[in-house]
């Protein structure tokens, strides 16, 4: 069964740094995208950025891009997030999800973690 369970969420003043990550289950880097969402308060979710599972391709949202670094570890079956340059609207909760194909569209993935809670504030 496909599982996704995300950590690394915290509080950190703006210009700060967080690194995420996203452990699934065996095997599902090999077969599935994984990416990278967040859902502020009141505010639809919305694609971060996405690894693809054949090669490893990225893609990003471009209000992240330059800041944020997505990567994977087969070995330990994680994805990672790393977020540097945080800013206040970076705030919200991140999930991570599979997908059958690259992208930055929720409606296109099919199996969430639980999500992680990030909070830039002075």
């Known amino acids: 069964q496909l599982q996704l369970v995300e950590s690394g969420g915290g509080s950190v003043q703006p210009g700060g740094s967080l690194n995420l990550s996203c452990v699934v289950s065996?095997?599902?880097?090999?077969?599935?995208?994984i990416g990278w969402f967040r859902q502020a308060p009141g505010k639809e979710r919305e694609g971060v950025s996405c690894?693809?599972?054949?090669?490893?391709?990225?893609m990003y949202a471009e209000s992240v891009k330059g800041r944020f670094t997505i990567s994977r570890d087969k070995v330990h079956n994680t994805v990672y997030l790393q977020m540097n340059a945080l800013k206040s609207e970076d705030t919200g909760v991140y999930y991570c999800?599979?997908?059958?194909?690259?992208?930055?569209?929720?409606?296109?993935?099919?199996?969430w973690g639980q999500g992680t809670q990030v909070t830039v504030s002075s």
């Open positions: 999800a599979a997908a059958h194909w690259t992208s930055l569209r929720p409606s296109d993935f099919g199996t």
């Open positions: 065996e095997r599902t880097l090999d077969y599935y995208s």
């Open positions: 690894i693809k599972g054949t090669d490893g391709t990225t």
